[in-house]
């Protein structure tokens, strides 16, 4: 079955403590990308990638690391999380720009930092 | 930067009801992706469109390019179609999606 797999579903941590988001997708996608979802402000990227080793930081990306060794992962990265990134998170791919390809969705990630 | 709105933001309908919702961008693109968020939060494509009409189900979807504007259509609506629906459209370079803030419908039975 085609899917994007993000883990945690929930994960609850303390500030400062650096957490990483895992990403992986399963249909050979070039295209990978992370959103934030906060009530009031809607979807907003923080980086995406274009292909193994090519990331380029999206409209939030603050505090947020990325990397893209294999196609297939696409892992975020809290090196210092902070209150103001509670957040609820997704991870996305697709074969190739938003211009051509439809989006598949990872099922979410509810981040609180305390 | 391409603005994104929706409207309405909230809609409550009758179970059967033929249902509307419409989003409007600023800068000219290609594409439109719409997008359905269920209650529990996940996140699922329903079209991606470029021009004229697309049809799944009970759900269609148009856009104008011209007029910079695109519907999605509920016909016969049931309360398992309530849920948030979101339009998207590609920024500069194709690598970046805007989306509108959602417009969040309620079937009642």
């Known amino acids: 079955e085609a899917q994007v797999t993000q883990n945690p579903r929930y994960l609850i941590t303390v500030t400062g403590k650096k957490l990483t988001v895992t990403c992986s997708q399963n249909m050979n996608h070039e295209y990978m990308s992370w959103y934030r979802q906060d009530p009031g402000l809607g979807l907003r990227q923080i980086y995406y990638?274009?292909?193994?080793?090519?990331?380029d930081k999206g409209d939030v990306p603050e505090g947020y690391k990325v990397s893209r060794k294999e196609k297939r992962n696409f892992p975020l990265i809290l090196e210092s999380p902070s209150p103001n990134q509670t957040s609820l998170y997704f991870c996305?791919?697709?074969?190739?720009?938003?211009?051509?390809?439809?989006?598949?969705f990872g099922q979410g990630t509810r981040l609180t930092v305390v | 930067k391409n603005e994104v709105e929706q409207s309405p933001q909230n809609l409550t309908a009758q179970e059967g009801e033929f249902i509307t919702i419409n989003c409007s961008y600023s800068v000219g693109i290609s594409a439109l992706h719409w997008l359905q968020q269920h209650p529990g939060g996940g996140i699922v494509s329903l079209f991606m469109l470029s021009s004229g009409k697309k049809k799944h189900g009970r759900l269609i979807a148009t856009i104008n390019i011209q007029e910079k504007h695109s519907s999605l259509h509920i016909t016969a609506s049931h309360p398992r179609d309530s849920a948030v629906y979101i339009c998207a459209v590609p920024g500069a370079g194709s690598y970046q999606l805007t989306f509108g803030k959602g417009t969040k419908l309620s079937v009642i039975p």
């Open positions: 996305a791919s697709s074969l190739a720009v938003h211009t051509t390809g439809e989006a598949f």
């Open positions: 990638s274009m292909n193994v080793e090519v990331t």
